[in-house]
């Protein structure tokens, strides 16, 4: 069975350094992993995508994260954090292929606050 | 840009009430899913919906769970008699034929007394 563990759930940085939110995987096969993020009282916005193209995959916002499959992890990174990045974001697998419309399993997410 | 609206943002109801929460999927978009999430847990699935029938439910999605596409616009999900463990946040979420990424709803904080 898939499944996604975020391996922080809160991580502080001061704004203009680095992120790092760590999230390994689980997979009987070639996973689809997404980082969502959700705002206080906003709904759930998809950052990035990885649908086994290229392993280095950018998002909105100047967040990237890296598929590496021999250490089974997506973690999600940004050089230099904003105020606004201040948020909670999510590590998320498919039950099955990209387009097969299968049901999204969540991980535990990861708050991020940013200090100024 | 389309987007994907729910109402109320929060309801709240007696236990044994039935509530009724109410998704507007995007326009195009033909598959739709209810998640939930209890305060301090994980998102989990609940149901997803196409061509007018249930693909997949989740051991969560008992009897006392229905969905409804009762027009060419709106997704309901109703709980027929809450309890108080049914209190979360209920998420909405669609997609489209060709993709599969999944676009959120707001939300619909149920508060069951």
């Known amino acids: 069975a898939q499944s996604v563990t975020q391996l922080d759930s809160h991580v502080s940085v001061s704004e203009g350094t680095p992120v790092l939110l760590r999230c390994n995987y689980s997979s009987s096969y070639s996973p689809s992993l997404f980082w969502y993020v959700q705002h206080p009282n906003k709904g759930l916005q998809l950052l990035l995508k990885?649908?086994?193209?290229?392993?280095l995959v950018k998002g909105i916002n100047g967040f990237e994260a890296e598929f590496k499959k021999s250490e089974t992890s997506f973690h999600l990174t940004k050089p230099s954090a904003h105020m606004s990045d201040a948020a909670e974001y999510f590590c998320v697998v498919t039950d099955r292929g990209y387009n097969q419309g299968g049901k999204l399993i969540f991980g535990q997410g990861t708050e991020l606050s940013v200090k100024p | 840009e389309p987007e994907v609206t729910q109402t109320p943002s929060h309801q709240v109801t007696q236990m044994g009430q039935e509530v009724i929460l109410r998704c507007v999927p995007i326009s195009n978009h033909l598959y739709f899913y209810w998640y939930r999430q209890i305060l301090g847990q994980k998102v989990e699935f609940l149901v997803s919906f196409y061509n007018n029938e249930i693909s997949e439910k989740s051991e969560i999605f008992d009897d006392q769970f229905s969905v409804e596409r009762p027009d060419g616009s709106n997704f309901t999900l109703k709980i027929r008699s809450t309890k108080l463990e049914d209190s979360a946040m209920y998420f909405c979420?669609?997609?489209?034929?060709?993709?599969?990424?999944?676009?959120f709803g707001p939300g619909t904080r149920l508060t069951v007394t």
């Open positions: 990885y649908t086994s193209a290229a392993t």
């Open positions: 979420a669609s997609r489209g034929q060709f993709s599969g990424e999944q676009y």
